[in-house]
């Protein structure tokens, strides 16, 4: 086996189940199965009518399973198991009081939830199957009058909040999965910046599947209010199982005046076996909302894990000036598959966007970018750069582009560049030549490549980033 | 708008019997057979809608429902020599013409042509010794997905131009097909067709011209096949200048074999409405194509390029430079996929599309594609829209130039890439005088 090929074929190691006894209610969907994580959460009316109405529309509407360039077989809705939620004391007054099983999962996956322990500087928010476990260093955030949150708490809470915003960026009939979502979702993050605050830490959410029967649908909501600040980050792991699973996840992100949100997910889902057995479906709705002038939201995305990947972190530049930025490194490797990419819809005048798109294929994965540039009528002096770059290791795999661009808008500048290519023998040649092994010489030149993306992750996930990169590519390149 | 759509399909189908009747006698059984089944593909599909994804940013409603219908093969046209001598390239010793799809022999001219070449009329190549090339070209077992317009003008397949080059022939001078459109008694449907053929080491040119001589609204749906063989090289140059008010559907596939060459250059110019669907499949090792275009559109027209670069084989190579002006309330639309196989290794595909917008009303949709599955190759594409830089303009207007012509100075200069790329002075001089009056009129405005 040549080195590149040993390069890929790391054990995933996030594989393992916790042994927790859990609540779950029976499987299937219909308006019951609604009504009843709805009372199990204790929600108030709004909420239910909320995702009865998503229900609804979700009925009437198509899987789409046409124009993006993946293939799975299909869904059965009436298998999975909405909620499952570890059995625990309901309120938590300190991390004492969590099951020690929990602390001890989230610790081997590397996210210590006990207050010695803690990250510093980065509060977690930790989402086991439908619920949050535990939200560190909420109190230090308060005083600076942010809101971190589980998304049951902020439901119940802050329900004003709540109302005035979600559904505002992704409504509950935009599309099959985040109509799906917006019925059955159990728990997430609520992050709330006031006016003018700079949020004084990371705050970060980790999700973890452990029920091989369940799917996860979580729901994130940030906002930002005039001139806030905030950099957030997310993380996912699911044991291995040969079955698939369904994650359907929708965020939300809302940015007023001058506001800014720095949004990046490190996925890590299981991917299923080398034959491509088992792994999360991972069909997930992010949507930002620059509504204010010169807003900010930036996507960044390093995508490794799941079975199949169908995702399009997006932003509508509405505020005048405003700045919508995606930053995506999207590995494939064995039978995955993706189809990635972004919206940048530009309304507002002097809106900018930048995409950099890095497309990674090994094995037999089929790695697709697909995104859409809009300028509207009214976009004067829009201006956006789309740079998509894929790398392909091996000749069973794929890579695709299909970006569309549509300018209504004389004065709006639109540039689009992607090339794909191999590792190139010169830089190889070049780097062993210096004594670098070719595992090594690989592993810099990915990451080299990678760097546009990697640059914008907040320091302590780029290195992780890095090593995740080098692990899932391990025994691919030769 | 179902009951348009049957009321549209029913009307070709009488024109179509009309015409199998007619054709009953003269012509070979497989043709009639082979537009019978294109005939049912139609209506089995009808014309395309904007739900389809190649069709999403161009609606052909204004063709269905434009009640055109087939000429009729005795409804002439009087046109003379003085007429048609506007739109001959002098350039070419040997042309065909048709005036609203019917050949014109008095206007054509075939007699200068090296021996074993054959440029003929369908009519005449049915009856000769050529008979079998086109059996072999047009009977092949087509596309099953082949669209409604590909379906219909397989449908109405009679008159047509067929090219065929014997082994190491070679024509130094264009050959010209002219397709002339002439204001006549109904709104005519016309379908041409056009086939290549150039057997191993031989050349030619080929000028594919399009033109109106009135303000016909007529309705063009052309399909031309191009075959190029072993080390033969095909320098094929499509000119459409037809009326603003004409509806243009085009198709051009071309199939390479090992190290042939073919070197498209499309320029569109006129149509309400155009649509130029290419196709080229680099089929064997070492083949090597270039597909350029201009499309220069004003207020009401509408040009679509949609083309598919298709590598099956490994060591192909190909280019793609389109680019487009726009002014006024004008609508342009590129779609151009590169497609590498898995076993198409070394292939190098480079595919760019730019487009200047010169008003606030124009609109362009653009999408370049990838599609690769093989890893040791090299592609890249890119796609740019704009409008002029300001600092080039500063440039030019700090030297003493006045705004506006320092404006149409950069644009005459984005334009200029393809327009030095044209090998035929008499086309270069036409695109020139196109550019530079577009521009004027903006002066004068």
């Known amino acids: 086996m040549s080195s590149i090929e040993l390069l890929t074929n790391k054990e995933y190691k996030y594989g393992f189940v916790t042994d927790i006894e859990s609540d779950m209610i029976p499987r299937g969907l219909s308006e019951d199965t609604i009504r009843l994580i709805s009372a199990k959460k204790n929600e108030p009316e709004f909420m239910l009518e909320f995702r009865l109405k998503a229900y609804r529309n979700w009925l009437k509407m198509e899987e789409p399973q046409h124009w993006p360039n993946i293939t799975y077989p299909k869904v059965d809705y009436q298998d999975i198991i909405y909620y499952s939620a570890p059995k625990q004391k309901a309120t938590k007054a300190s991390m004492d009081e969590v099951d020690p099983e929990l602390i001890k999962t989230f610790e081997k996956l590397g996210i210590p939830l006990t207050e010695q322990k803690m990250l510093a500087g980065v509060a977690v928010d930790a989402v086991f199957d439908s619920v949050s476990v535990a939200t560190t260093y909420k109190a230090k955030l308060k005083q600076h009058g942010v809101i971190f949150c589980s998304?049951?708490?902020?439901?119940?809470?802050?329900?004003?909040?709540?109302?005035?915003?979600?559904?505002?960026?992704?409504?509950?009939?935009d599309n099959y999965f985040a109509a799906l979502n917006s019925a059955v979702f159990t728990d997430g993050s609520f992050v709330f910046i006031p006016k003018g605050v700079h949020c004084p830490m990371e705050l970060s959410t980790y999700f973890r599947i452990n029920n091989s029967e369940s799917g996860q649908f979580e729901r994130t909501l940030i906002i930002a209010e005039e001139g806030a600040h905030v950099s957030y980050l997310e993380g996912c792991t699911a044991p291995k199982f040969d079955k698939n699973q369904l994650h359907a996840a929708v965020v939300e992100l809302v940015a007023l005046d001058d506001a800014e949100i720095k949004y990046s997910t490190v996925q890590n889902w299981y991917a299923g076996d080398e034959e491509g057995?088992?792994?999360?479906?991972?069909?997930?709705?992010?949507r930002g909302a620059c509504r204010g002038r010169n807003s900010k939201i930036s996507w960044t995305q390093v995508e490794t894990g799941?079975?199949?990947?169908?995702?399009?972190?997006?932003?509508?530049?509405?505020g005048d000036n405003s700045i919508g930025e995606f930053y995506s490194v999207a590995l494939t490797n064995h039978a995955q598959q993706a189809d990635t990419g972004t919206k940048m819809i530009h309304i507002g005048k002097n809106t900018r966007s930048n995409i950099v798109s890095k497309g990674i294929s090994a094995g037999k994965s089929n790695n697709s970018y697909r995104g859409l540039v809009k300028v509207l009528a009214g976009a004067e002096g829009a201006r956006n750069y789309t740079q998509c770059d894929s790398l392909l290791i091996g000749d069973k795999c794929g890579a695709?582009?299909?970006?569309?661009?549509?300018?209504?808008?004389?004065?709006?500048?639109?540039?689009?560049?992607?090339?794909?290519?191999?590792?190139?023998?010169?830089?190889?040649f070049y780097l062993r030549q210096r004594g670098i092994s070719q595992e090594d010489a690989v592993s810099l030149i990915i990451n080299g490549f990678c760097k546009d993306v990697f640059r914008e992750l907040p320091m302590e996930f780029a290195v992780e980033a890095q090593r995740l990169l080098g692990m899932k590519l391990e025994g691919s390149v030769g | 708008m179902m009951a348009q759509a049957t009321k549209e399909k029913s009307s070709y189908r009488a024109a179509f019997e009309v015409m199998q009747a007619e054709d009953a006698r003269c012509l070979p059984a497989w043709l009639l057979r082979l537009r019978e089944t294109a005939m049912e593909?139609?209506?089995?599909?009808?014309?395309?809608?904007?739900?389809?994804?190649?069709?999403?940013?161009?609606?052909?409603?204004?063709?269905?429902?434009?009640?055109?219908?087939?000429?009729?093969a005795d409804a002439r046209v009087e046109l003379g020599a003085d007429d048609v001598a506007a739109f001959l390239a002098p350039e070419a010793s040997s042309r065909l013409v048709f005036v609203n799809g019917v050949y014109r022999a008095e206007l054509s001219a075939t007699e200068n042509l090296p021996a074993g070449?054959?440029?003929?009329?369908?009519?005449?190549?049915?009856?000769?010794?050529?008979?079998?090339?086109?059996?072999?070209?047009?009977?092949?077992?087509?596309?099953?997905?082949v669209d409604g317009f590909n379906a219909l003008n397989a449908a109405f397949l009679r008159e047509g131009a067929l090219v065929y080059l014997p082994k190491g022939a070679q024509v130094s001078a264009p050959i010209q097909l002219l397709f002339l459109s002439a204001p006549a008694t109904q709104t005519a449907a016309v379908f041409p067709r056009v086939l290549v053929v150039a057997e191993r080491e031989s050349a030619a040119t080929i000028i594919e011209s399009y033109a109106s001589t009135g303000e016909s609204r007529s309705f063009t749906n052309a399909v031309v096949e191009v075959f190029v063989g072993e080390n033969a090289r095909v320098t094929h140059y499509k000119v459409q200048r037809e009326s603003e008010a004409a509806f243009h559907i085009a198709t051009t596939n071309a199939e390479l074999e090992r190290s042939g060459v073919y070197d498209l250059t499309t320029i569109t110019l006129g149509a309400q409405l155009s649509r130029h669907g290419i196709g080229v499949k680099l089929a064997h090792e070492g083949a090597e194509c270039w597909v350029d275009g201009l499309y220069l559109v004003g207020t009401g027209q509408h040009a679509d390029t949609h083309s598919l670069i298709d590598h099956t084989s490994p060591h192909c190579t190909s280019h793609q430079l389109y680019k487009g002006i726009l002014d006024g309330k004008s609508r342009a639309v590129?779609?151009?996929?590169?497609?590498?196989?898995?076993?198409?290794?070394?292939?190098?595909?480079?595919?760019?599309n730019k487009n200047l917008l010169l008003s606030n009303e124009a609109r362009v949709d653009t999408k370049p594609q990838l599609e690769i599955y093989a890893d040791d190759v090299k592609c890249a594409h890119g796609a740019t829209v704009g409008q002029l830089e300001e600092e080039e303009l500063f440039y030019l207007v700090s030297r003493g130039l006045h705004t506006d012509l320092a404006r149409n100075l950069l644009t005459y200069g984005f334009a200029e890439e393809l327009v030095e790329k044209i090998k035929i002075e008499s086309i270069k001089r036409q695109l020139d005088e196109a550019i530079l009056n577009r521009l004027h009129a903006r002066l004068e405005v």
């Open chain 1, 277 to 286: 057995k088992g792994g999360i479906y991972n069909f997930v709705t992010k």
């Open chain 2, 41 to 72: 593909r139609f209506e089995q599909v009808g014309f395309p809608t904007t739900d389809v994804e190649d069709w999403k940013y161009t609606n052909t409603g204004a063709i269905t429902k434009g009640a055109f219908a087939p000429v009729a």
């Open chain 1, 151 to 173: 998304f049951s708490e902020a439901v119940l809470e802050y329900p004003e909040l709540i109302k005035k915003y979600l559904g505002t960026v992704v409504p509950t009939n």
């Open chain 2, 334 to 352: 590129f779609n151009g996929k590169v497609f590498v196989h898995k076993d198409a290794q070394k292939t190098d595909a480079q595919q760019s």
């Open chain 1, 400 to 428: 695709n582009t299909f970006p569309y661009i549509e300018v209504s808008n004389n004065t709006a500048k639109v540039e689009h560049e992607a090339t794909t290519s191999r590792i190139s023998e010169e830089q190889l």
């Open chain 1, 306 to 318: 799941s079975a199949i990947t169908w995702k399009y972190p997006s932003c509508i530049l509405q």
């Open chain 2, 117 to 145: 070449v054959v440029v003929a009329d369908f009519a005449t190549a049915f009856a000769g010794e050529h008979e079998s090339v086109l059996r072999a070209y047009l009977a092949r077992p087509s596309d099953p997905e």
